[in-house]
């Protein structure tokens, strides 16, 4: 009888809680989730990468110290595509790629997701077409490796950091390439660490936002779409929901147990673009343990820029910022002071600056939090950029526009990468 009167009144707390919990604070709620996966770390220690302590006393001065002291990921590029199509060489300095090895280097990238994109002229043997893109990534692999190695998990990433080496992974983007749950099993033994289960078109698996957008097709995830995101979830690979629309979006929620991953996206109620993620999705993924990585294409940015003749300061100073990069080459932290100073005051007329995407992670911080934001630039998809983030050597314009916002060091490193890191850990070990 104790044992009753006892649990009576924890059993009435708890019915409280749970119908109380809509008024609870959202970013109190999803910082909770976040601790609990951060709660699976060692305690003390030292090396790990996701606890990192402050190491600069003034930002505004030494902002450019933190960016290439900071673990920067990007989760979206298509530089395999450009191999692919363009022959484009990762070991060669050139104008017509946003990445190569000398750029990573130069603006401070250290993790890479190599996005294995499949165009429509390969949706009939996609899987075979994904392969061969993931061939090119191992030759690139062999051809610069002094400069960059493919990881496969967690542990990879660090002892590659350690060598100063580039940290490639592979991302699929489009479930064409998954032609039956087997291959699932073989896209992961190759290496995919997220796949993402439509791009533009539909497929089996799902409908996308540009198909449910339009209405061509509104069927949402398939049946034969759960079984893959639940054979995901077994085998440790992110579930991109880029791309997907709204119905396939919350299907995935009602069917994943892992964190959900937008690879490369950006905020609906800052522009309305059907690519975009409504305060709704943005919330659902915070509340998986995911992250929503901010995508650098103009039209998902604003609606603000001129789309049709889009330049960048590379377009208009490309003779002076060559004339710098070859100057400074060996040193990445010199070269782009010099760059600041050249192009300070300027501005290009018809675009956007990188301010305005920065404004989509001031707006998914103040819905949810700090820890569900990074960074999917789509580099070499063909993209328009902001004026000054035109390739990858500009990515520490972006921890200076946070620095200048009043982020914290912790912030900002969250922001560059370990807010990513975190998810890849939890899902795929």
């Known amino acids: 009888?104790?044992?009753?009167?006892?649990?009576?009144?924890?059993?009435?707390?708890?019915?409280?809680?749970?119908?109380?919990?809509?008024?609870?604070?959202?970013?109190?709620?999803?910082?909770?989730?976040?601790?609990?996966?951060?709660?699976?770390?060692?305690?003390?220690?030292?090396?790990?990468?996701?606890?990192?302590?402050?190491?600069?006393?003034?930002?505004?001065?030494?902002?450019?110290?933190?960016?290439?002291?900071?673990?920067?990921?990007?989760?979206?590029?298509?530089?395999?595509?450009?191999?692919?199509?363009?022959?484009?060489?990762?070991?060669?300095?050139?104008?017509?790629?946003?990445?190569?090895?000398?750029?990573?280097?130069?603006?401070?990238?250290?993790?890479?997701?190599?996005?294995?994109?499949?165009?429509?002229?390969?949706?009939?043997?996609?899987?075979?077409?994904?392969?061969?893109?993931?061939?090119?990534?191992?030759?690139?692999e062999e051809m610069n490796s002094d400069d960059i190695e493919i990881a496969y998990n967690f542990i990879n990433i660090n002892n590659i950091l350690k060598a100063k080496k580039l940290c490639a992974?592979?991302?699929?983007?489009?479930?064409?390439?998954?032609e039956n749950l087997e291959s699932v099993d073989s896209l992961h033994s190759l290496g995919v660490r997220y796949i993402g289960l439509t791009w533009n078109n539909s497929n089996k698996i799902a409908s996308s936002s540009k198909d449910e957008n339009s209405g061509k097709s509104k069927k949402g995830l398939t049946d034969f779409g759960k079984k893959v995101v639940k054979r995901m979830n077994e085998?440790?690979?992110?579930?991109?929901?880029?791309?997907?629309?709204?119905?396939?979006?919350?299907?995935?929620?009602?069917?994943?147990?892992?964190p959900i991953l937008?690879?490369?996206?950006?905020?609906?109620?800052?522009?309305?673009?059907?690519?975009?993620?409504?305060?709704?999705?943005?919330?659902?993924?915070?509340?998986?343990?995911?992250?929503?990585?901010?995508?650098?294409?103009?039209?998902?940015?604003?609606?603000?820029?001129?789309?049709?003749?889009?330049?960048?300061?590379?377009?208009?100073?490309?003779?002076?910022?060559?004339?710098?990069?070859?100057?400074?080459?060996?040193?990445?932290?010199?070269?782009?002071e010099e760059k600041m100073k050249l192009l300070q005051g300027k501005k290009v007329e018809g675009n956007i600056s990188a301010n305005a995407l920065v404004d989509h992670i001031d707006y998914i911080k103040n819905l949810v939090g700090v820890d569900y934001i990074g960074l999917g630039s789509d580099f070499d998809g063909g993209i328009d950029t902001p004026y000054d983030l035109y390739d990858v050597t500009m990515y520490p314009v972006i921890t200076k526009i946070l620095v200048e916002r009043g982020y914290s060091e912790i912030e900002i490193r969250k922001i560059l990468g370990l807010n990513f890191l975190r998810v890849f850990k939890e899902v795929c070990g």
Request: aromatic share 12%.
């Open 262 to 336: 937008a690879s490369h996206s950006c905020c609906y109620s800052l522009n309305s673009h059907y690519r975009n993620l409504k305060d709704e999705q943005i919330k659902a993924i915070a509340k998986s343990g995911g992250v929503i990585m901010i995508t650098f294409h103009t039209p998902f940015i604003s609606d603000k820029s001129n789309h049709t003749n889009t330049k960048t300061f590379y377009d208009v100073y490309k003779k002076e910022l060559d004339e710098l990069t070859e100057k400074y080459i060996d040193n990445p932290e010199k070269l782009f």
């Open 235 to 258: 085998l440790g690979i992110m579930v991109d929901v880029s791309h997907l629309g709204e119905k396939s979006f919350w299907g995935v929620v009602e069917t994943s147990n892992k």
């Open 169 to 178: 992974f592979v991302g699929i983007e489009g479930g064409t390439a998954v």
């Open 1 to 140: 009888m104790k044992l009753l009167f006892f649990s009576l009144p924890v059993l009435l707390v708890i019915v409280f809680l749970f119908f109380n919990s809509e008024k609870n604070s959202v970013v109190a709620d999803f910082t909770s989730v976040n601790q609990t996966l951060k709660d699976t770390i060692p305690p003390g220690n030292k090396e790990d990468i996701l606890n990192p302590k402050n190491k600069f006393t003034d930002l505004s001065k030494e902002y450019i110290k933190l960016h290439f002291d900071a673990i920067v990921v990007d989760s979206h590029n298509d530089f395999l595509y450009r191999v692919y199509k363009d022959k484009s060489d990762f070991g060669v300095m050139n104008s017509h790629s946003q990445l190569n090895k000398f750029k990573c280097k130069l603006g401070g990238l250290k993790i890479q997701f190599f996005s294995d994109w499949i165009d429509e002229d390969n949706f009939n043997s996609s899987y075979n077409f994904a392969k061969h893109q993931i061939d090119l990534l191992e030759q690139i």
